[in-house]
Nanobody, 120 residues
Framework: QVQLVESGGGLVQAGGSLRLSCTASGSIFSINAMGWYRQAPGKQRELVAALTTDGSTNYADSVKGRFTISRANAKNTVYLQMNSLKSEDTADYYC??????????????WGQGTLVTVSS
């Protein structure tokens, strides 16, 4: 079993910053990629940023230049540094990981979500 635990959400004023963290634990052999998604009320879940083991990144156009994804491989942890936050960034943020578990099982694992609220 593999779990993702997120932290770092909260309330921030527009223009401010937050850093989200997500740590994977459990029967992990390796992690191929980790990423962050978000879902605003009444909207579909969307990719915010993703990072593969080889360092490749992918960002939503709406966050390019403001958000940075990074990873501490030794800690199975991924971070999302969010700067210049806007009211439209308000959403539940979910961590996701593409995991190879012991037993050669490939799993897509999701965290429970952390709420980010940006006040204007």
């Amino acid at each position: 079993q593999v779990q993702l635990v997120e932290s770092g959400g909260g309330l921030v004023q527009a223009g401010g910053s937050l850093r989200l963290s997500c740590t994977a634990s459990g029967s992990i052999f390796s992690i191929n990629a980790m990423g962050w998604y978000r879902q605003a009320p009444g909207k579909q879940r969307e990719l915010v940023a993703a990072l593969t083991t080889d360092g490749s990144t992918n960002y939503a156009d709406s966050v390019k230049g403001r958000f940075t994804i990074s990873r501490a491989n030794a800690k199975n942890t991924v971070y999302l540094q969010m700067n210049s936050l806007k009211s439209e960034d308000t959403a539940d943020y979910y961590c996701s990981a593409d995991v190879i578990a012991y037993g050669n099982r490939r799993l897509e694992v999701w965290g429970q979500g952390t709420l980010v609220t940006v006040s204007s």
